[in-house]
């Protein structure tokens, strides 16, 4: 056993490794005090005739004295409730997309057995986003509908719960699952399971999207959808959505951010973890690649206990892509399917220049608050040969730490769009402000991808007419 996963109202689970095969397995361990072996066996048949890319594999069922086990396959990634905890809510383009795939799992579970299988407790902890896909994970509760209209007790989590299963009074069906995808949509839209919360402060969600939401919550089950298929045609079929899911896809297509300082330890690499953490939670296949010597990715790797690449010379560091330095030398197959990548040059300004000569590049500057360090910033951008008067590449300024020095020139004689970034400490978990400032800081660049898309299109010439707004966060 390496650690303890979590804990449930049933059982722990645990992370083990498979010496042989140099493979993780979750194993579930549920004392038998509390559920007996029949019992328990239920869900492992359960997974067993369930098959997709989006419900863990069963590898195993074992007992002792004290103990059920059930061993499956280790999932790792984070849960939908941690992502909207950090980031306090998704777009709507990334809830469209994540729904549609919540609708295919239940789908599958509600149609591959000859009685549907109902899941009853599904809610933010029990979809893992890994690798960009929804996963569904603790099958604790699920079992034929027939079966779990008979259960005297009745389990879930409050505000994803459907009215039935407060009562032992009604049978359950395929649209008590239903209720609670509406829920978990809301939650991805409002960062709130609270039904009558936050719909206000969030203008931008669409009328057709926020009527889908209702008609899954109804509490007269007879007006949800009536299955699963049903919602997933919704989402996929209405005008909104298409157009939302399409125009995400478009606007962060073959982007290229390159990043570099003004000095060490400005925050660089800071920046850009950061950015490829946020960029990789929003379902945006991202990569980070070092572009400087200073073997940060390495030791970040050593330390997360990830010794494995890919093919493509890539660690897979908490769900995020990120390619070490190599060196000119050394040819690697390169990822053909990415959207967004994130080049780390740290302070070597000549490399970031010549690099930012090739198209569909974007600059992230990242400067040091100390005033009697602009001389460094003035260099940097002048080696780059970044002016006021240039607008082919467009700047974004991050100034480190909220605070401002009152007449500091923040522009640095440029036209750049500001920001100030907060403090967070883990570029990993960024937490609320941080993942705000990280999507801030995206929108506006891939805001910019979109306008120079659109002028290209109509025969413009290779430039940024437009004005570059100054936008401070904090």
């Not at 909207?84 to 729904?99: F, L």
Request: include cysteine; proline fraction near 4%.
């Amino acid at each position: 056993m390496c650690r303890v996963l979590g804990c449930g109202r049933s059982g722990t689970v645990f992370l083990a490794k498979h010496m042989e095969l140099d493979e993780y397995r979750a194993i579930k361990r549920v004392p038998k005090t509390f559920v007996d072996y029949e019992l328990f066996r239920k869900e492992a048949l359960i997974l067993k005739g369930i098959r997709d890319q989006g419900i863990p594999i069963v590898y195993d069922l074992a007992e002792d004295d004290q103990y059920s086990y059930l061993i499956e396959e280790y999932l790792e990634g984070d849960s939908l409730y941690a992502l909207v905890s950090e980031s306090g809510h998704c777009s709507s383009a990334m809830t469209i997309r994540y729904g549609i795939q919540i609708c295919h799992l239940v789908h599958i579970m509600h149609s591959t057995m000859p009685t549907p299988v109902l899941y009853l407790d599904l809610q933010p902890k029990n979809l893992l986003l890994y690798h960009n896909t929804i996963k569904l994970i603790d099958f604790d509760h699920a079992g034929e509908a027939d079966s779990a209209s008979l259960q005297k007790e009745r389990y879930g989590t409050a505000g994803c719960a459907a009215p039935e299963l407060y009562t032992t009074d009604q049978s359950l069906d395929q649209r008590t699952d239903i209720y609670a995808i509406g829920a978990v949509l809301h939650f991805m839209l409002y960062g709130t399971l609270n039904a009558g919360a936050g719909t206000d402060c969030r203008a931008e969600v669409s009328k057709p999207l926020q009527n889908v939401i209702r008609k899954c919550m109804e509490p007269d089950r007879e007006k949800r959808y009536a299955s699963a298929k049903e919602l997933e045609q919704a989402l996929e079929g209405s005008v909104w959505s298409g157009r939302m899911v399409s125009a995400h896809k478009k606007a962060v297509s073959s982007l290229n951010i390159v990043i570099t300082g003004s000095t060490p330890g400005a925050g660089v690499t800071h920046l850009a973890f950061g950015l490829c953490t946020i960029l990789t939670k929003m379902g945006i296949k991202v990569l980070y690649e070092e572009k400087n010597q200073t073997g940060a990715l390495r030791r970040m790797a050593e330390k997360e206990g990830v010794t494995r690449m890919d093919h493509f010379g890539i660690y897979h560091i908490r769900g995020c892509q990120m390619k070490p330095w190599y060196g000119p030398a050394i040819r690697l197959e390169e990822k053909t399917d990415v959207q967004v990548i994130i080049k780390d040059f740290g302070t070597d300004w000549e490399d970031a220049a010549r690099e930012l000569k090739e198209e569909k590049h974007f600059l992230a500057a990242v400067i040091s608050e100390n005033l009697w360090e602009y001389g460094n910033a003035k260099r940097m951008l002048e080696i780059m040969k970044i002016s006021g008067n240039n607008k082919e590449i467009p700047v974004f300024f991050i100034w480190r730490h909220r605070h401002r020095k009152k007449g500091a020139d923040m522009t640095l004689g440029c036209s750049p769009v500001l920001f100030c970034t907060p403090e967070y400490a883990d570029p990993f978990h960024p937490g609320p402000e941080g993942a705000g400032f990280l999507t801030s800081l995206f929108n506006c660049i891939q805001e910019h991808c979109i306008q120079k898309t659109a002028k290209d299109r109509m025969g413009a010439k290779r430039r940024f007419p437009w004005s570059i707004q100054h936008r401070l966060w904090g």
